[in-house]
């Protein structure tokens, strides 16, 4: 466990040995008999959070896939430290304040509430969600958004960045990021044209990415869409859009229909071509 400050840093070791649980720091080891490694972290971190009173830049939570140990045993200890520190944060008399939540490794709706829901809404700019694959080819998990589109965290979050996660659950629940990069089960040409005029209303858009496996309504959305810019291809459709409140930006969209890609881009108007509009 890495504890970081504006002046410090604290590395701290937990480690099972059989029924009893090791603890390093600063190059001294201590034996806990009796205890278990994930739930002794969680309370150590729990101790530290529920005085917590500034604001931090990040609170990042990471479990590494173990190549020795199935998925089956990672989600067990995720879920005994998760467990262990979400009272700590339940007890605090206010939320907790960060800038930026991070999760790595876990791929459970049920263990990402035991965090974001104690998090601040007021402050929470930033959420990072991804997990680890053994391969390339092995296919995404589904993660269940159904609770989490629902917190006031995930709904006043302006970016959002969820690598090797496969979504089920609607786009409108998106539509309200700056900037996003996720995958998603299925979109609508209604969905992508709703998206596409809330972003041309957004004066604070970045850039979206949107990874999709199903496409619902091909037609209905070339129709949407409009005839593509001259320079398009068939293997990548793009269009340009002026911004009615950005009067130096233009919205650039891209789709790899073959990839199952969509990109949404705020751009300069220096960089958008003659006749594109």
Same mark, same amino acid.
């Given at each position: 466990?890495?504890?970081?400050?504006?002046?410090?840093?604290?590395?701290?070791?937990?480690?099972?040995?059989?029924?009893?649980?090791?603890?390093?720091?600063?190059?001294?080891?201590?034996?806990? *008999?009796?205890?278990?490694?994930?739930?002794?972290?969680?309370?150590?971190?729990?101790?530290?959070?529920?005085?917590?009173?500034?604001?931090?830049?990040?609170?990042?939570?990471?479990?590494?896939?173990?190549?020795?140990?199935?998925?089956?045993?990672?989600?067990?200890?995720?879920?005994?430290?998760?467990?262990?520190?979400?009272?700590?944060?339940?007890?605090?008399?206010?939320?907790?304040?960060?800038?930026?939540?991070?999760?790595?490794?876990?791929?459970?709706?049920?263990?990402?509430?035991?965090?974001?829901?104690?998090?601040?809404?007021?402050?929470?700019?930033?959420?990072?969600?991804?997990?680890?694959?053994?391969?390339?080819?092995?296919?995404?998990?589904?993660?269940?958004?159904?609770?989490?589109?629902?917190?006031?965290?995930?709904?006043?979050?302006?970016?959002?960045?969820?690598?090797?996660?496969?979504?089920?659950?609607?786009?409108?629940?998106?539509?309200?990021?700056?900037?996003? *990069?996720?995958?998603?089960?299925?979109?609508?040409?209604?969905?992508?044209?709703?998206?596409?005029?809330?972003?041309?209303?957004?004066?604070?858009?970045?850039?979206?990415?949107?990874?999709?496996?199903?496409?619902?309504?091909?037609?209905?959305?070339?129709?949407?869409?409009?005839?593509?810019?001259?320079?398009?291809?068939?293997?990548?459709?793009?269009?340009?859009?002026?911004?009615?409140?950005?009067?130096?930006?233009?919205?650039?969209?891209?789709?790899?229909?073959?990839?199952?890609?969509?990109?949404?881009?705020?751009?300069?108007?220096?960089?958008?071509?003659?006749?594109?509009?």
């Amino acid at each position: 466990m890495n504890v970081n400050t504006e002046d410090e840093e604290y590395d701290i070791q937990y480690e099972q040995q059989a029924e009893n649980c090791e603890v390093t720091f600063d190059d001294t080891s201590k034996i806990i *008999e009796n205890e278990d490694f994930a739930s002794m972290a969680a309370n150590d971190l729990g101790l530290i959070l529920k005085h917590q009173k500034s604001e931090m830049g990040s609170f990042a939570l990471q479990f590494p896939r173990h190549p020795n140990r199935r998925a089956e045993c990672m989600s067990t200890y995720q879920g005994r430290f998760l467990t262990g520190l979400e009272p700590f944060l339940r007890s605090r008399r206010t939320l907790l304040s960060t800038f930026e939540l991070v999760m790595r490794g876990t791929n459970q709706q049920d263990l990402l509430l035991k965090i974001l829901p104690y998090l601040d809404p007021e402050n929470l700019n930033r959420i990072e969600i991804t997990t680890t694959k053994n391969t390339e080819k092995e296919p995404s998990p589904i993660l269940k958004m159904d609770e989490i589109v629902e917190l006031d965290q995930w709904k006043n979050a302006k970016e959002l960045y969820i690598s090797m996660l496969k979504l089920d659950v609607a786009l409108e629940n998106f539509y309200h990021f700056s900037k996003a *990069e996720f995958e998603i089960q299925s979109v609508s040409a209604k969905e992508l044209t709703e998206l596409k005029e809330r972003i041309l209303k957004d004066k604070e858009f970045e850039d979206f990415k949107i990874e999709y496996h199903q496409l619902k309504d091909k037609k209905k959305l070339l129709e949407s869409f409009g005839r593509p810019f001259a320079g398009s291809t068939s293997a990548k459709r793009i269009w340009y859009h002026k911004f009615p409140i950005q009067k130096k930006r233009a919205l650039y969209i891209a789709w790899r229909e073959k990839e199952k890609l969509f990109k949404f881009y705020s751009i300069s108007l220096q960089n958008v071509p003659n006749n594109a509009f």
